[in-house]
């Protein structure tokens, strides 16, 4: 059997040792604010795997990371969010002269009784995973360093009953003004998406023309996801962004579009049909179609004729 390749890192502790670091402050949370002498890079070759969500912010610094099985681009710096038990490949950085970098680790335990503990695995942005980095303005790159200024007096001077309740509140803050960014960040790369959507088109069109259907079924988000290298949560947001529908939502427009040709333009049965577009049932297909059109594939075909 092959070796894995993996490491699998279970505490902060782990993480500071590995990187000459003194020893975090508390067992399930901890910001480092990287020292010039310190390269945030791994020691060892092969991916790491840690049980902690890990946001970067760096300014100064460009470079890519594996992530999953694609590259996570820094371009210049900006902000990286990584869930827990996501796999992180070989870093590698290129420094501007003048450069700096936070990362803050926080175990899912430390936000347990707290709201956030359920709220944060609905940001989608922990699911990224190619070109995705949130890129920020020099306004934006203020106002998160000065919250992780705030986390990171927080951990170091101030620790008592209170303290725990401060820093949730400061990484919900942190997350909402991230949230804020990569809305912002949509409206600002319009065009970068708009190439994306087309070719998001222009795989839905090859995939329902091609008979692919046939075999492999109705498309996915997941599919479509995986041929354009992006997360299905980047792909959702991109296409609510641009469209004001996700892309589940997207999809089954196509699906009917095509239906609607084929109905109008063929002989062929509706299950004929069904079946074309990869539905194993009729009866899904119908359904479909009249919850999208108010008609029935038949009436459909009555009222065009």
Not at 16 to 24: E, K
Not at 43 to 52: A, D, P, R, T, Y
Not at 187 to 211: H, M, P, V, W
Not at 251 to 276: D, F, G, N, P
Request: proline share 4%; aromatic share 10%.
């Amino acid at each position: 059997m092959k070796k894995s390749n993996t490491i699998n890192i279970r505490s902060l502790s782990e993480i500071h040792r590995d990187h000459d670091l003194p020893a975090p402050q508390h067992p399930l949370i901890s910001l480092i604010n990287w020292p010039k002498n310190r390269i945030p890079e791994n020691k060892f070759e092969g991916s790491v795997l840690s049980n902690f969500y890990r946001i970067s912010f760096g300014i100064g610094l460009s470079g890519l990371s594996k992530y999953g099985q694609c590259h996570y681009d820094y371009a210049e710096g900006g902000m990286t969010f990584i869930a827990p038990n996501q796999i992180i490949g070989k870093c590698s950085y290129e420094f501007a002269e003048e450069w700096s970098m936070y990362t803050l680790l926080v175990h899912p335990d430390f936000l347990l009784t707290y709201p956030l503990a359920k709220k944060i695995k609905q940001y989608g942005f922990f699911s990224y995973n190619t070109n995705e980095a949130l890129h920020l303005s020099e306004k934006e790159k203020i106002t998160i360093a000065t919250i992780l200024k705030e986390i990171e007096d927080e951990l170091n001077n101030r620790i008592d009953d209170l303290s725990q309740d401060v820093i949730v509140s400061q990484i919900e803050l942190l997350l909402t003004y991230a949230n804020r960014f990569y809305k912002r960040q949509f409206i600002t790369r319009k065009a970068i998406n708009s190439n994306l959507l087309q070719e998001l088109e222009d795989i839905l069109d090859n995939y329902l023309s091609s008979g692919r259907t046939l075999n492999e079924g109705t498309i996915t988000v997941q599919f479509l996801a995986d041929k354009m290298n992006v997360s299905p949560s980047y792909l959702s947001d991109m296409v609510r962004s641009l469209t004001g529908q996700n892309a589940l939502t997207f999809i089954h427009q196509k699906v009917i579009e095509a239906a609607k040709e084929k109905l109008s333009t063929t002989t062929l049965s509706v299950s004929e049909i069904a079946y074309e577009l990869g539905f194993g049932h009729p009866s899904s297909f119908t359904k479909l179609f009249k919850a999208k059109t108010n008609l029935s594939p038949l009436d459909f075909r009555k009222s065009f004729n």
